[in-house]
Nanobody
Framework: QVQLVESGGGLVQSGESLRLSCVASGNSFILGAVGWHRQAPGRQRELIGRITRDGVTNFADSGDGRFTISRDNAKNTVYLEMSRLKPEDTAVYYC???????????????WGQGTQVTVSS
């Protein structure tokens, strides 16, 4: 099985930047495509964007061009960099990932537990 752990959340002021990390761990796996999502109080979870293993990204509209996703395959880590943060960006941020288990060729889909981002005005 593959475990995902997000980190880097916290309390920031409007206009500031933040970088979140999603670290994957486990045995005998290759980390594939990873997505970042967020869920604000009382709202449905929404996709921010995804990155393939090769580094190709695509984004939904939620970031308005303020978000970038990158990855370091050697560290099994994917980053979400957020700039010009707004109070409406306040949410729990999650990553999800598809991986390939090299010993079984199974492709599990996993979610992290989330990290809270709070933007004050």
């Amino acid at each position: 099985q593959v475990q995902l752990v997000e980190s880097g959340g916290g309390l920031v002021q409007s206009g500031e930047s933040l970088r979140l990390s999603c670290v994957a761990s486990g045995n005998s796996f290759i980390l594939g495509a990873v997505g970042w999502h967020r869920q604000a109080p009382g709202r449905q979870r929404e996709l921010i964007g995804r990155i393939t293993r090769d580094g190709v990204t695509n984004f939904a509209d939620s970031g308005d061009g303020r978000f970038t996703i990158s990855r370091d395959n050697a560290k099994n880590t994917v980053y979400l960099e957020m700039s010009r943060l707004k109070p409406e960006d306040t949410a729990v941020y999650y990553c999800d990932a598809f991986s390939r288990i090299t010993t079984t060729n199974k492709v599990p889909h996993n979610w992290g537990q989330g990290t809270q981002v709070t933007v004050s005005s």
